[in-house]
């Protein structure tokens, strides 16, 4: 009996090493900005695109998700905070806008991919946690980006997408993601610190699963990435020295024995002073990075803790040139009703850059086309039309689809290019409102993708890291995407107290349509000369009574007498008497 | 050819008073009444032969008609922007701003990926965007302000013709071309004063005795509004025979049919304009406030009484048809005038602009007017609920300082002043009838009870 376990575990881990893989290294660097980032990237791959029944490193409910619903392509991002890219440079990839990202790529029938994506969304709202229900139908749109991982052949594939620009990120959400991976425990994961990640200035958290193909054999390829930027420090020597613990609060702790490489890359500063001793520098786009393998850190010597010392102490007052691309997105508009969506691009660099600019507005929001403007200040502040391309519309369905902008943009060199919309919010029904309604309702952000790479000096794609070596060139496949920040519209609210009462007025509104038209139709008019009814002695005396009544009510509202005191006045009068 | 019955010249006094105030205006030669009898029980006159006579509206009008051109022209220099951000005054059916919109998506093609941002219809589009430019400011105003004088020409023509009095047809005249309402619905560039117009032509042809042309028109008002349809039965009061009846059969069908077809050619070969338009109609998917009844009820009616309240009230604007053709069967123009009266208070998405039309035909019901209760209390109450509107929504949107319950409730009394002069009216109109019925039981104190 031993022995057979002992062969199969042997044979399992033989098979699983020749075909499954699992890669896990973090990437810590110095921005511009003296902010530091660390990036971790956890890649797992399949044995082919048939996943299943055996799941050894891949994930089991992801493997199952894609079985179940035709998807070749499927990417999640949760982000918190806002990334300044003028300030800290093009943000990371994958990257998101605050809040969730779900997009996925179907193959099959097409008339049944709205099923699915809803069942997708469903799934994944169970494992992650998360509140992205809200996303189908109202906030998803088919994507016109193009399709990011190989494919076999060519597949007609149809994609949905959704963003969901409020979505709070917490443990609940990350216990989840931790779990997709081999090693829950040990390795760089356990620096996965949930007080230290939520107490960032920005964080990020998904994953991204698409086919990968190489000499006829084909897998899929699931990347986790987690994205956390510090803040400087503001201690009182004012240096950015660091440690794996300082990041973090807690070391490495064990080896992760299902990956093939586990890694810590130190992006090397120029004003690096000293730091643990690496096992390698390699070189990677004219950069320098140390390597430090994980059983490396976790030796005697280190006790699962890196450090790296700069020369200098952070200079506050530095004022950083504006860089790269950065786009923003304000509201104007004096009234709850209509307004006007400001989209503000600049282009930092010295040369023009094309880039795609994305837009999702909720059904909510009526835009109106033909204010549609696109404007550029150029480096000598005057305003020029900028060139705009490959123009992309569909617009709001009423609760079933978002508007969906896209076009191509050609930002002048040093501009500052402004895209607007004049719009009108919708007014909703009251269960459509959230809770606290007064709070408004949120935009997602507007979308920027860049045709050319502004380069970070980092290896921005897992691929580059792969080899190792002294890869000196490194292309990253994915487009950089720079986001702008989500925005909060007020909301013009009914009075939510009035539901009754406006059933009844209107109920009676109409009524006194059909009562003026009925009687006349069905009986006749008949003149009396007698004295009617209404004026017999009876009638008189109640309304002499009611007369009274409102004398007596007038009276006590001038003396300022309440009707409890009235009905006490009353009782105290009766009890007397009894 | 009019026909009245002939109680109507008979019996009271005032009445036959105002009778002979028509003779003294009216001019023409033939003054004398030719009574007809045909194989009805009924007397009947031909009002064309009576009172007919020379009525130059341009003529008598001009005046008016440049005073309303400048106050048009004013209006549309000064409170175009302030009146098209106003609710009350525009609806996404009739809306320039969503005209422009259709009219860019149309340009540049993608009509077909627009989703719900077009409510009109595709030869609206079409209209705008290759005979008359949409961007062009001045072209649109010299559109408007003639189609409103068009209107004013129509309703005074046809007024001329039912009532044979050139004074009312003047008064019908000044009543659309100074009403402020139509000013207003003018300034802002609306869709409506093109509707207005479609509905002038429908009364005009219905005064002009041609069932045909009248219920065509119709026809293509009921393809642009819809609610239009209950129309139909005024012109079959009007034209009670049958061959009259079957005419009007085929001319409305032949304008729905025609017009449809047009609009399904130019949409492409589809019906997506028809979901667009009529559903957004009956399904009240826009709850944006108007100066109808229904918004505020359909943004806070429970969920699951939505769909059953959307039936009943779309039941209900088709709901008095009936009773009111049974009522009035014996006076057509009342019978217009009141339906005209209920499509602008129960359709979906009214705007101001909309009920000018009905109320330059209430002149036509002058002999009623002394038997009116409420005339002066309705008069004040629309007016102050018009000029209350713009300061509501302001203190509802703009500052803040008020709810949606003040709009509403301003909404609410001017529709129901509105249904107050259906009530009037209509009360009027019978007691008019009892005293011509039994003119020696009427005195100065006689009640009168519905029984």
Redesign the interface.
Known sequence: MFWKILLLTLFGGILASNEESYVEELLISRLPSDHHLAQFRFIITSRSLELGPNYELFPRVLGQLLQAHGIQELEYIATQGVWHSDHYGPPPQPASSTGAFLSAKFDGPSNTVDDRWLSVVNSLNGAFCASLLSMVPAETYKQKNERKGDYPKAKKLFSRAGTLPREALCTENLTPWRKLLPCKQNGLISLLNPHKLYGSLFHSMGFHIHPECKDNSCWYRLELSAIVLFDVPISENRRLDWSLKSFFDRPISGVCNAATRSTVLVHQHEEQADSDKPADVITINGQQFAVYPTEQILGEKTEGNIFVRYTKSVDLHKKNPPRALSISSTLGG?????GLLLTTIKNNENEKHTVVYEQVLPWWV?F???TKQVLCHDSKQEIVKPYVAN?V??????RK?P?YIQMEIELPANSKCIVSYNF?R??????EYPPDANHGLYIPAATITLMKRISTGLPEDSRCTERLGNSSECEPRAKQMVFSNVLLVPM????FS??FN??C??GT??S???G??????????????EK?PGQSIWRTIFRGILLVLMAGACYMEYNNISLNALRREIEKLLSFQF | MLRRRGTRNTGHEEQSELETTYYADAEGPNLTETLQSENETDEIYDATQTFGGPYSFFGRNCSYIAIAILCRVAAVLLFHNFLISQPEWTSPLVSIKNLRDGVILERESLTSAAGNLIRMLPSVIFFFNKVIDVSSFPLLIIFHIFFDIVTAYLLSKAAFKIQGDSTVAQIVAKCFLLNPLAIGSCACLNLTTFHNALLATVVYFFAQGSAMLSSFFLGLATVSQMFPVTLIASIWIQFSDWKQIIKSIIGFTAGVSLYLGINYVLSGNTWGFASNIYGFMVNYEDLKPNCGLFWYFYSQVFEHFRTFYEYVFLANSFLYVLPLTLALRSDPVLHLTLSLLLLVTLSPYPTLGDAAIYMALLPLQQRHFKSLRYSLLIACTITTCVCLMPIMWHMWVVSGSGNANFYFAVTLIYNVAQLYILLDLLMAYFRAEVTEVIPEEITEGTNFVLH
């Open positions: 004096k009234d709850t009703f209509s009526r109106h086309y033909h123009r519309f569909s617009g709001a369905i009423d689809r508007a009108e919708a007014f909703l029904r009251m269960a013009p609210v009914p009075d009035m539901p406006v059933i007025l209107v509104a109409v006194l349509c059909f003026a038209v009925h009687p006349f139709s069905t009986r006749i008019l008949v003149p009396i000369n009617l």
